[in-house]
């Protein structure tokens, strides 16, 4: 102890203590681990200090025996190492994003709550009356995603205090989560998604608000580049440098790569071409990248925000979330067939529901999105009749025979014309469509699907080779929307 303080062993395990400046006992107690607990005994009598001491002693004993904790903390302390142990790891650049929800889940509601709880004390009926009181406190039952949010900050909480040895497992509480089930967002249509697309080209004119402007010729970039990426709305697009953006070659094509940082952490994503051009115009915004390209801006590792307006300054999340708002309002697309609400976040959910209708697997789809294939199946599966129409209703294997019996009957009549004449004259009747043709047909008719077409036109097959004016309905299928962009590179690229 420090010079000025008067010590008295009440055994070896048992101390009394009193500082020079102060009148009242402290109490220091050696556990079973070798540290000493220390507490203040509340009073300036030595025999009662003493009392209280030994009962402390004795009841630490007794709780060891039962395999409880010796000592315990009150909840509001343990969450401030739980906290400052996250924010550490954050202000180091390493961590995840979401320790800050979760610090923001313990100042808000954890602590408010059992702060003056002994932690060893939480118990099921603890978690029960935290459960009424957020709701009386929000004014609703919490969503299924809020309460695992708050349930995880918990966790941190109790791995704490279990560390550092003041509950055991034994004693330890299982979060409870009775919150309302989460429903996945609206999402839009190939044909509402060109309407919007087209319409943001001239939103930012329908206002004489300069800033109000300024944030909607980002809107339509920032739009764009959601729906072509799949990122996260808010956290994971708006806190993405240039410096995050990489070209990525494979050994026989270059791709736009994206690092971005949500709530499951850094993760590499690939971006479809259309996303390029929304980025060439937000280089075009910047007044610091005049006259530099994507190619340069990537190579130079700019550490300076995307999606900034043409004013310098980042655009605001809420400021992009109410003028999409008012667009959707405009424009009647607030709500979707399903009656569901649709948001800028609904960007996500459309691009997953178009990558699973091109055959995409939930497997490469969560490493693109950062979600696991329990939440893409549990989100998106629902959707399959409706994205794979055509094989439900048995369309697509009837179309994919039809093209297949074309391109025999088209073998056998050109064998018949070269064994016959070289020079034969080819009449009505011996006129047929290739199979290439009559797929393109299906598929313009909606008769038959994007994996359906590229099987009937061989696409991989050895010697694959398409007419030139075949190729020319494939780009025109891609302009109206009706083939995707890697449809069209392997119809082209075979």
Known sequence: MSQGTKTIRINERVRLDKRERSSKW????????????????KTEDQDKATEV???????????????????????????EFARDRMQAELDAGGGNIVFKDYITAIDKYLVPFFGNYDVANIDTKALIEFGKWRTQEL?????????????????????????????THSIRPKPINDGTKTESRGSFTPEEYKTIYTGLRSWHKATSN?????????????????????????????????????????????????????????RPLIARDRAIRPLERQIELNPQLTGMNLGEVIDAKIDDYVFKTRDGERAAR???????????????????????????????????????QRGVSTHALSRQMGSGTGVIDRFYSKLSPFMNAAQHSGRADQALRDAVKADAKAS???????????????????TT?????????????????????????????DGYELEEALRVRALSAFEEERLSEDGLIKVLDG
């Open 26 to 41: 402290q109490a220091r107690v050696k556990l079973a681990d070798g540290t000493w607990h220390r507490f203040s005994t």
């Open 53 to 79: 001491a030994m009962k402390f002693f004795y009841t630490a004993e007794d709780r060891l025996k039962n395999n409880l904790p010796q000592s315990t903390r009150k909840f509001r302390r343990v969450a």
């Open 139 to 167: 004014g609703r039952k919490a969503h299924h995603s809020t309460i695992n949010t708050h349930n995880t900050a918990l966790n941190r909480v109790l791995d704490e205090a279990q560390e550092r040895g003041w509950i």
């Open 210 to 266: 300069e800033k109000t402007a300024a944030t909607r010729e980002v809107l339509r970039n920032y739009v764009l580049i959601l729906a072509n990426t799949g990122m996260r709305h808010g956290t994971e697009a708006l806190n993405l440098k240039w410096s995050n953006l990489l070209w990525v070659n494979d050994g026989k094509d270059i791709y736009l790569g994206i690092y971005v940082d949500g709530k499951t952490g850094k």
């Open 318 to 356: 809420a400021n992009l979330s109410r003028n999409f708002e008012s667009f959707l309002e405009a424009n009647k697309l607030t709500h979707g067939a399903d009656g569901k609400k649709r948001t800028l976040y609904s960007w996500r959910h459309f691009y997953a529901t178009l990558d699973l």
């Open 412 to 430: 056998d009549e050109n064998t018949v014309v070269e064994n016959t004449s070289a020079n034969a004259v080819e009449t009505p009747e011996t």
């Open 433 to 461: 469509l290739s199979a290439a043709e009559k797929a393109f047909d299906l598929f313009d008719a909606g008769k038959l699907s994007e994996p359906a077409l590229l099987v009937a036109l061989g696409v991989g097959r």
